[in-house]
C-alpha cells in the first residue's frame, strides 16, 4: 500500500500526523459517496486500535496514540462514539477541515473558506490525486442516484404515503437526516413503491401493529423501514388471525341420505 501525505499539511502536523490525516480524507470520503455515517453535520470514519495497526504496520500501537492525542489537541482530529453497542468503543474519526490548509478535494482554502485552484493544478500531488478520484468516484454515485426513479430521492413522498395509509400509527412529523438515509437505503436494496405502500396497508389492518397487544406498543415509521421487520409484514407475519368459521349444525335425519 502506498502512503501519500501533503506538504503544507506536514508543515503544521508533521509527516507522521500528515500521513494518518491523507488516510482519514480517504476514509472519510469514501464514506461521503456512499452516504453513510452521517453524524452531527458531517461524515466520519471508524476503527479501532487494532485495526489502525494493521493499517498502519509501520507504527505501535503507543505512536497511534500518540498521533492521534497530537491531532486532536490541535483542533484538527475529531473523535466520537456513535455505536450502537454502548459496550463498543470504537472510535469514529473526523477532520475539522478549517484547520487545514487544503479542501478535501486538492485545492487550496482561500482565508473566507472558499476552494481555489491548486498551484498545481494540471500536475496534482499524489495526494490530491487520490482525493481526486474519491470525487469523481462521488460524482458517479449522484449520478447513479439521479437516474433511480424519482420517489427514490424523494423520502418525503415515502413520509406522506405512509401517513396517509398508516391513519392509526405514529405520524411522521419531521423527516431528519437519519430517516432520509433509512429511506434511501430500503430503495437501494430494491423494495419498489408498490411493495412499501402494501407494507403500510398490512399494518395499518394489524391488531398487533396497531397497538393491540398486551403492550401497547405501535408499528412507527422507522421500525417498519427496518428491513427484517418489512419482511415480515410483508410475509403476513402480524396479519390478523383469521376468524374460525362457525360449526355446522348437523344435519336433521330425514336430511341423511340412505345408500
Excluded at 399494518?203 to 401493529?209: G, L, R, T
Aim: hydrophobic fraction near 30%; charge should be neutral.
Amino acid at each position: 500500500m502506498n502512503y501519500h501525505f501533503d506538504g503544507a499539511v506536514a508543515e503544521m502536523y508533521g509527516v507522521d500526523g500528515a500521513v494518518f490525516i491523507s488516510r482519514l480524507q480517504f476514509w472519510i470520503e469514501k464514506n461521503a459517496a456512499n452516504d453513510r455515517h452521517w453524524h452531527e453535520g458531517r461524515y466520519w470514519t471508524y476503527n479501532s486500535l487494532r485495526a489502525m495497526e494493521k493499517l498502519f504496520p509501520f507504527w505501535s500501537r503507543r505512536q497511534i496514540e500518540r498521533i492521534v492525542k497530537n491531532l486532536k489537541d490541535k483542533g484538527v482530529l475529531l473523535t466520537a462514539n456513535y455505536a450502537r453497542d454502548s459496550h463498543d468503543r470504537t472510535l469514529f474519526y473526523a477532520l475539522d477541515e478549517s484547520k487545514l490548509p487544503i479542501s478535501p478535494f486538492g485545492g487550496d482554502l482561500s482565508p473566507n473558506g472558499d476552494n481555489t485552484l491548486s498551484p498545481n493544478s494540471d500536475k496534482l500531488s499524489p495526494n490530491s490525486e487520490m482525493i481526486n478520484e474519491q470525487l469523481k468516484t462521488q460524482i458517479r454515485e449522484e449520478e447513479d442516484k439521479a437516474n433511480k426513479p424519482e420517489i427514490s430521492n424523494k423520502p418525503q413522498q415515502l413520509a406522506d404515503r405512509y401517513n396517509a395509509i398508516c391513519t392509526s400509527l405514529p405520524k411522521v412529523v419531521r423527516l431528519t437526516d437519519k430517516r432520509c438515509l433509512t429511506v434511501r437505503r430500503i430503495y437501494s436494496k430494491g423494495y419498489t413503491p408498490e411493495q412499501l405502500d402494501e407494507a403500510f396497508r398490512k399494518a395499518q389492518a394489524s391488531s398487533f401493529c396497531t397497538g393491540q397487544n398486551d403492550r401497547h406498543w405501535k408499528a412507527d415509521f422507522e421500525w417498519l423501514l427496518n428491513e427484517n421487520n418489512l419482511v415480515k409484514v410483508l410475509e403476513g407475519k402480524y396479519d390478523n388471525p383469521a376468524e374460525a368459521a362457525p360449526d355446522k349444525p348437523p344435519r336433521r335425519r330425514e336430511e341423511v341420505e340412505v345408500w
